[in-house]
Nanobody, 123 residues
Framework: QVQLVESGGGSVQAGGSLRLSCAAS????????MAWFRQAPGKERESVAA????????YYADFVKGRFTISRDNAKNTVYLQMNSLKPEDTAVYYC????????????????WGKGTLVTVSS
């Protein structure tokens, strides 16, 4: 069983930064892609960023390009999401997920999910 635990959420003013972390249990973290998703109140969950098992490939949704950076430390079984220049529309619960493959952003390809961490950006 794999457990994913997100942390680092909180409240910040527009223009500020937060760094989310997702710690994974289990020994097979290195072999799988990881991704971040978010769900704002009243909206569907959407993809934010993804990273391949090696960290060599990344994906970003258009609305976070240039502001967010996904990274991973396989020695620590942790994936990160550095969020800069935050906007009120970034307010959401952020989830990390493990992919069944080495790299994908499709929600249907995720087999383990964390419980989420809330990010609130005020104007």
């Amino acid at each position: 069983q794999v457990q994913l635990v997100e942390s680092g959420g909180g409240s910040v003013q527009a223009g500020g930064s937060l760094r989310l972390s997702c710690a994974a249990s289990g020994r097979t973290f290195n072999n799988y892609g990881m991704a971040w998703f978010r769900q704002a109140p009243g909206k569907e969950r959407e993809s934010v960023a993804a990273i391949s098992w090696s960290g060599g490939n990344t994906y970003y949704a258009d609305f976070v390009k240039g502001r967010f950076t996904i990274s991973r430390d396989n020695a620590k079984n942790t994936v990160y999401l550095q969020m800069n220049s935050l906007k009120p529309e970034d307010t959401a619960v952020y989830y990390c997920a493990r992919s069944r493959t080495i790299f994908t952003i499709r929600q249907s390809d995720m087999d383990y999910w964390g419980k989420g961490t809330l990010v609130t950006v005020s104007s």
